[in-house]
């Protein structure tokens, strides 16, 4: 593709020269020029670039958001102080205010809040991504009416042109026709 009508289609389309514009903005007008589509799978484009922590902090936050470990760590937490307390109220290992069990949440907190933090960071990372491929998507579509609403325009004046054209065939044929029949009404 010639840089040439690139550079002229950025110049009507978005108002800018081509080497004014924005990358994505660049992409955009040479995939407008070349007819090529832009869309693409972010989601996999992420999961491409994620690395083995990634993956593993996306896992631990999916089952530590969930209502299945909400569920078992109440579960847990019930039968801890019911095997403290009742089963085991003269040998208890972790005897009633349960500072064992403090220590244990304590430490579950500690690493879970970070790992779930960057799991919502590479969330947010995701949702930027897909932001800006939304605006790619979105400004293409633009330039793709604004396409069609000049060649519309161009047919439009090419139909007029003939219809001009057509209607002073016509108004010369009935000149003609005038001019003729008022020289038989003559005759006559």
Known sequence: MAKNSVDRAATRWLGQSLNDLEPAERRVIESAVSQTTIARDVNQSVVDASSFGDRVADSIARV?????????????LALWVLANTILLSQEAFDPYPFIFLNLVLSMVAALQAPIIMMSQNRSA??????????????????????????KVDALRQVENARMEAT?????????????H???DGAAS
């Open 64 to 76: 530590g958001g969930s209502w299945s470990f909400i569920l078992g760590f109440l579960t847990f």
């Open 125 to 150: 990372e995701r949702d930027r991504i897909d932001a800006g491929h939304d605006y790619e998507i979105n400004l293409k579509a633009e330039i793709e009416i604004l396409a069609l609403h000049e």
């Open 167 to 179: 209607l002073a065939t016509i108004l010369d044929r009935l000149t003609a026709l005038e001019r």
């Open 181 to 183: 029949l008022a020289k």
